[in-house]
Structure formats: C-alpha cells, structure tokens
C-alpha cells in the first residue's frame, strides 16, 4: 500500500515533490479568481495538473498548486516564495501529502475509505498539514487521467488573435492579445507586475480577450513582452505587441 500520509516529526524536511502547499493567502479573494489567478502566475514553471482551494473555514488562505514533475515544482518554490499575492506575501512548502491524481498517475492511489481503515486499524494519528484531496467537493477533473471529458469541462480557448495591418514601433505601452475571456486586470497585473516600471493595465470590456500594459519607458516593457510572449493562461498562449498609438 502506498505511503500516502507521509507524516512530520518535528524539524524533520519534507522532501522535494510535486504539490506545492501555499498559505498566507488573502482570505477575502472568491474561490474561482484566487484559483485561475494562481494558475496564470504559476503556469510559467511548468505545466500545471491542477489548482486546489475550498470554502471550508480549515482551509481559507491555503491552496495546492500539482505540478506535473517535482522539478517545476521545486523552481516555482524558490522563485515564488515571498510574492505578494493580491496584496499579501505567500509562504509556499512542499506538500506533506501525495496528491490523489499525482498518486493515480504513479499507481499508488488507495480510495480514500480504505486508507482510513488501514489508517484507524493501525491506531496511529499523526498531526499532518490538512490533506488538500479531503475538502475537494466532487470528482477529479477526468481529462487528467486520459479519458475524454465532456464539453462543458473543457477550456475555453478565448478569442482568436487580432493581427494589425502593420506592426507598431517599440514604445512603453504593450498590446496583449488572445486573453480567456474571463481573464482579470487583477491576473495580468500580478503577471506583468514581475517586471519592474509597470503603470497601468485595461482591459477592453467591448473586445474580450484583448489589454493593454503600460510600462514607465520602452526598455521595460520590451523585458516584458520578450518574458511573457507566449505565456499561457489557461490554455491560451498570449500573444503581445507594442501598442499603436
């Protein structure tokens, strides 16, 4: 049977994985953006398997971000430790406990009503991080393990890029095309905010799927564009020009 507790005595280091455990996060944020926000931020380290977070008090300002390798994991940990995240810092740690599609996928999967058995039987509780796989309310998205998912689960894919007649000189105002259309001012700015001199961000109400990104000068906004060109959000890849003026 698979080790799935993996529990912590004290001081002891919870070994490199691929659930990244996130807390200190702003409780005021509902559940869908604080989800599809993290997703955008995160995604740029790797390809992401899935984005945990409940409504229940026990879990409020957590969040589990599974990756699909521990190295991606391990690189967003060091890279996104401390940011400030809709206006509070996070702490980020490797998860304590094996996520059930990262434990289905290696095989090691035990239904959760037999582990407590096996766990009960054993007459041993540990004091462990809360299991982000028990608050989850419904089934696990299918189209991670293979099988088709039905229409209504799979992503919108947004609006198709809009290509100018000619492309814009380089200036300090950058045009982002091929958004989901429920991306947020709030998403883009925690995005482009990575790169310094950022201004401003809008969004265009009438035209889903396009923004625009206003740096200080020139040589910022070119920094961003050439790190985010083809950044996905969900599953759309983002495509940025400069902006004509």
């Known amino acids: 049977m698979a080790d799935i507790s993996q529990g912590q005595g004290q001081g002891e280091e919870i070994p490199p994985n691929m659930t990244l455990y996130i807390n200190n996060l702003n409780e005021k ?17 790797g390809k992401i398997l899935d984005v945990l977070a409940f409504k229940t008090l026990k879990h409020k300002g957590q969040a589990w971000v ?3 390798d521990a190295s991606s994991a391990t690189n967003a940990l060091r890279r996104m430790q401390g940011f400030p995240f809709y206006d509070k810092e996070m702490r980020i740690q490797y998860a304590k406990t094996k996520s059930d599609i990262i434990a289905k996928a290696d095989g090691t999967f035990v239904p959760r009503e037999k582990r407590k058995r096996h766990e009960e039987k054993g007459g041993k509780k540990r004091k462990e991080q809360l299991d982000p796989n028990q608050a989850a309310a419904g089934p696990a998205y299918a189209g991670a393990y293979g099988a088709t998912p039905p229409l209504s689960q799979l992503p919108y894919l947004g609006a198709r890029p809009i290509v ?5 000189p380089p200036n300090n105002i950058l045009f982002i095309q091929n958004l989901p259309h429920d991306a947020t001012t709030m998403m883009l700015q925690m995005l482009f905010n990575q790169y310094p ?6 969004m265009v109400e009438t035209k889903p799927g396009i923004a625009f990104v206003e740096y200080e000068n020139e040589m910022q906004s070119t920094v961003a564009m050439q790190a985010l060109q083809g950044f996905k959000i969900q599953q759309n890849q983002m495509l940025i020009t ?4």
């Open 164 to 168: 100018p007649e000619a492309p814009a």
């Open 197 to 202: 001199g950022l201004k401003d961000v809008r």
């Open 66 to 68: 599974i990756f699909e």
């Open 242 to 245: 400069y902006a004509k003026k």
């Open 29 to 45: 944020i509902k559940i869908d953006p604080l989800k599809k926000s993290l997703h955008a931020v995160f995604s740029q380290f």
